[in-house]
């Protein structure tokens, strides 16, 4: 009987460790998350898009890249550590000119994300998203 007391006293301490931690992360750390999709469509032929609801790429062909880019703004009077974290199918096919910064109270940057396609891709659209995660940094890592 003092066995079941135990384990159900360390699963709810372990419990409660866990919401707290999360509470801790979801409120004191992360400031803001924006996200995007990002696409791309493989063709024949160029084509641009002036869309900005997301990061479109446009139309390129096999072998060639695109390069969008985008303003983050830092309208808190401090400090905020800003990481991109990019998903999907064109993932890998991206580059992202700047990540895991520090921007500084009300400032601005401009992020450049490039697609460079293969010459083996096939014709088609190609998609992903892309997160920016702004942090507030009590310590300056």
């Known amino acids: 009987m003092e066995i079941n007391r135990f384990f159900l ?4 301490v372990v419990a ?5 931690t999360y509470f801790f992360y979801d409120y004191f750390v992360i400031e ?35 390069e969008r880019s985008i303003i983050v703004n830092n309208k ?12 999907g199918y064109i993932a890998d096919w991206v580059k992202v ?4 910064f520090i921007l500084k ?18 014709f088609g659209n190609y998609t992903g998203k892309v997160k920016i995660i702004f942090k507030k940094t009590y310590f300056n890592r």
Do not use: W
């Open 76 to 87: 808190a009077a401090y400090p905020l550590r800003v990481v991109i974290i990019k998903s």
């Open 9 to 12: 006293l360390l699963i709810v």
């Open 16 to 20: 409660l460790f866990s919401f707290s």
């Open 97 to 100: 000119s700047e990540n895991n």
């Open 105 to 122: 109270g009300n400032e601005s940057r401009q992020i450049n994300f490039e697609v460079f396609v293969l010459n083996n891709i096939d």
């Open 32 to 66: 803001n998350i924006i996200k995007l999709n990002m696409s791309v469509k493989v063709s024949d032929h160029f084509g641009l898009t002036a869309d900005s609801d997301a990061i479109k790429f446009g139309m390129i062909k096999p072998g060639t890249s695109s």
